[in-house]
């Protein structure tokens, strides 16, 4: 019964290459978060979708981008990926911004 | 100002045994959310418990209780009877509700390992 799914849980890129992560939910709720976590810390939100309103955190660089095709999908485009950009990329729902559920995380190495 | 702290880097409990992990938030929204995580190993941030500011009772499920105390601000998580199987990554967390975002704010975590 997964409720959050990410995809790949694992992804290995090259400095400078293009990648994008996905999400996906069957819960319906209408706020999508992506969250940045580097090893040992806590995670770090880089933006939401409220519904169809995306928010930006005011410290996410302009290299992550994010797009929210329907309620069920969301994407992290990391444009060129540094090596400063390995890290687990968590996705993670709510509905009207109360207890949020996380999917597994995708691990992102950069080589 | 941290608005999130926990001062635990690390705990260690023997199996069967209750353990206590330590949260403590700042704020000055009258209207907010505390939750806790685990985060194993494996990656996954799993919700354990969440406790508003206005509920009157300390939230309880199954062996995880949050022992909440307003006029202190903290927001210890207690596990009682421990398994193997708790070991992993506490986050202790928080959402101030008049705020136009839905921002989780957390803690750095508090590793607990949990022995036979």
């Known amino acids: 019964d997964a409720m959050v799914i990410q995809n790949p849980r694992y992804q290995v890129t090259q400095f400078g290459k293009p990648v994008t992560l996905s999400c996906s939910q069957t819960?319906?709720?209408?706020?999508m978060y992506w969250y940045q976590q580097k090893s040992s810390q806590a995670p770090k939100l880089l933006f939401h979708?409220?519904?169809?309103?995306?928010?930006n955190e005011a410290d996410t660089p302009d290299n992550f981008q994010s797009r929210r095709p329907n309620t069920s999908f969301c994407f992290l485009d990391i444009r060129s990926p540094g090596l400063g950009d390995a890290a687990m990329y968590l996705c993670?729902?709510?509905?009207?911004?109360?207890?949020?559920?996380f999917g597994p995380g995708t691990r992102l190495t950069v080589t | 100002a941290q608005k999130i702290t926990q001062t635990q880097p690390g705990m260690f409990v023997q199996e069967k045994e209750a353990v206590t992990l330590d949260c403590t938030y700042d704020?000055?929204?009258?209207?907010?959310?505390l939750f806790w995580y685990k985060q194993p190993s494996s990656g996954e941030m799993i919700f354990l418990i969440y406790?508003?500011?206005?509920?009157?009772q300390n939230a309880t499920e199954g062996r995880y209780s949050l022992n909440f105390q307003k006029a202190r601000k903290s927001a210890n998580l207690v596990i009682s009877a421990s398994q193997l199987g708790d070991s992993a990554m506490y986050f202790c967390?928080?959402?101030?509700?008049?705020?136009?975002?839905?921002?989780?704010?957390f803690g750095k975590g508090t590793t607990l390992s949990v022995s036979s």
């Open positions: 967390a928080m959402r101030e509700f008049s705020q136009a975002g839905t921002a989780l704010i």
């Open positions: 993670a729902t709510s509905r009207e911004g109360l207890e949020q559920y």
């Open positions: 704020t000055s929204d009258p209207s907010y959310g």
């Open positions: 979708y409220y519904d169809k309103d995306f928010n």
């Open positions: 819960l319906n709720h209408n706020v």
């Open positions: 406790q508003g500011s206005y509920d009157q």
